[in-house]
């Protein structure tokens, strides 16, 4: 039940290109959720995140839809460039306490 | 900005060995974290700290593994005695208070041969 799913492992998406993540969690307790990024060699570091409270927020390029009944949540990155290929982790906690990670997700934007 | 640092970058250790990994997480920060990440799985939560007490643990950390703030800037994770399976990045992370987000340190590289 402290599981998050994350889907696909890997992604390639074209320059200019729509990228989409999905994270799936059972724990109904979990009230925050954030993405975070990691360059190869770097400690991941938080991109975006969302309360249950709201159904999308936005920052820029990147997008958090949240879907509350479903227990889904999703991030999408609008005008894909290749400095975005990274691996993207969601991430969910009661609070902000302990984060339970999902198993990420390969992102890389081809020229 | 302020950031999370993390002391050494490569740590190489032979098994059974005791290695202290060491963070300064960001000064005004009360809450601190280990996290580790064996080469290309998740990040899996370690420990957190608050108040010179341990706040929660996970099953991995076993009586194998301690944290410290020994002072006022620095918050160490020591294994005792390593073991194969402990080679892995390890992450420390701090927050503000319980309601803000966490920083992470860029990571330990711990290699237990």
């Known amino acids: 039940q402290q599981q998050v799913k994350q889907s696909p492992q890997s992604l390639i998406v074209q320059k200019g290109g729509i990228s989409i993540i999905n994270c799936a969690y059972e724990n109904t307790a979990f009230d925050y959720f954030p993405w975070y990024q990691q360059f190869p060699g770097k400690g991941p570091a938080l991109l975006i995140a969302i309360r249950p409270d709201v159904s999308e927020k936005k920052e820029g390029r990147f997008t958090i839809s949240f879907n509350k009944s479903a227990k889904q949540f999703s991030l999408h990155i609008m005008d894909s460039q290749p400095g975005d290929s990274a691996t993207y982790f969601c991430a969910a906690s009661t609070g902000f306490q302990k984060l339970v990670f999902g198993t990420g997700t390969r992102l890389l934007v081809s020229p | 900005e302020p950031e999370v640092t993390q002391t050494p970058s490569h740590q190489v250790t032979q098994m059974g060995q005791e290695v202290i990994l060491r963070c300064v997480p960001i000064?005004?920060?009360?809450?601190f974290y280990w996290y580790r990440q064996i080469l290309g799985q998740k990040v899996e939560f370690l420990v957190s700290?608050?108040?010179?007490?341990?706040?929660?643990k996970s099953e991995i950390f076993d009586d194998q593994f301690s944290v410290e703030r020994p002072d006022g800037s620095n918050f160490t994770l020591k294994i005792r005695s390593t073991k194969l399976e402990d080679s892995a990045m390890y992450f420390c992370?701090?927050?503000?208070?319980?309601?803000?987000?966490?920083?992470f340190g860029p990571g330990t590289r711990l290699t237990v041969l």
């Open positions: 700290f608050y108040n010179n007490e341990i706040s929660e």
């Open positions: 000064s005004n920060h009360l809450y």
């Open positions: 992370a701090s927050s503000e208070d319980l309601y803000n987000e966490q920083f």
